[in-house]
């Protein structure tokens, strides 16, 4: 079974400041993929950046950076000079690994980011 | 560029009701996810659905059935409703069910059952 640990249930970040989010996993299989989605308040969930468990470079997207460290099981996210419209729920996924096909995905519990000015 | 539509967008049903979600994916996508997100926990994947066959299974409750159909759009039908499943229900497609294709989510469907 797979599992992600998100162990910040809540963050303060001053607006400008780089922030990183941790996420940790779990799995037995040997490719995988890592997702963050972020989820403002008003609901919907927002594809920020993908990791492949071959991909031997760190993803980026803009002003999002995933930190994975496989020999570690992390995958944390690094938001560079946060603002405050980057404040809302953060959620760290792992597709899985059933190999059957259309596989979902496997959510953490989410960090709560509050950006302050 | 045009995404993942959800409807109803709000739902109040009573208890032992019955509710149909619809989700319509992303033109050309092929894949159809079901997520519910039950008030401040993280999304739980239901069911999904490739190329109209179910494709995985995840914590879907007997009470569920749902059904992609031939022009790729999905619905989840729930019956028996509980005060327990009110939750915000997502949709997502992909194109493909490659390990690393993206889902795109849609806004949600919000079920309240009273």
């Known amino acids: 079974a797979q599992k992600i640990t998100q162990t910040q249930p809540g963050m303060f970040v001053q607006e400008k400041e780089a922030v990183t989010l941790d996420c940790t996993y779990d799995?037995?299989?040997?490719?995988?993929?890592l997702f963050w989605y972020k989820q403002p308040s008003s609901g919907e969930m927002i594809f920020l950046i993908y990791?492949?468990?071959?991909?031997?470079q760190n993803a980026t997207e803009g002003r999002y950076s995933l930190n994975f460290q496989k020999a570690r099981k992390s995958a944390n996210l690094v938001i560079s000079a946060s603002q405050l419209g980057d404040s809302a729920m953060y959620f760290c996924?792992?597709?899985?690994?059933?190999?059957?096909?259309?596989?979902?995905?496997?959510f953490g519990k989410g960090t709560h980011l509050i950006i302050q000015p | 560029a045009a995404g993942v539509i959800q409807s109803p967008r709000h739902l109040i049903k009573e208890k032992r009701e019955t509710a149909t979600l619809k989700c319509y994916p992303i033109?050309?996508?092929?894949?159809v996810y079901w997520y519910q997100q039950g008030p401040g926990q993280d999304p739980q994947f239901l069911i999904s659905?490739?190329?109209?066959?179910?494709?995985d299974k995840g914590s879907i409750p007997d009470r569920f059935s749902a059904q992609q159909f031939s022009d790729y759009h999905s619905e989840l039908n729930m019956s028996s409703l509980e005060l327990g499943d009110s939750a915000l229900y997502f949709c997502?497609?992909?194109?493909?069910?490659?390990?690393?294709?993206?889902?795109?989510f849609g806004p949600g469907t919000r079920l309240t059952v009273t």
């Open positions: 033109p050309r996508h092929d894949t």
């Open positions: 990791q492949g468990s071959y991909d031997q």
């Open positions: 996924a792992m597709r899985r690994g059933t190999g059957g096909g259309a596989d979902g995905l496997t």
């Open positions: 659905f490739y190329e109209k066959m179910q494709s």
């Open positions: 799995t037995s299989d040997p490719s995988y993929g």
């Open positions: 997502a497609s992909s194109l493909g069910t490659g390990l690393f294709d993206e889902q795109y």
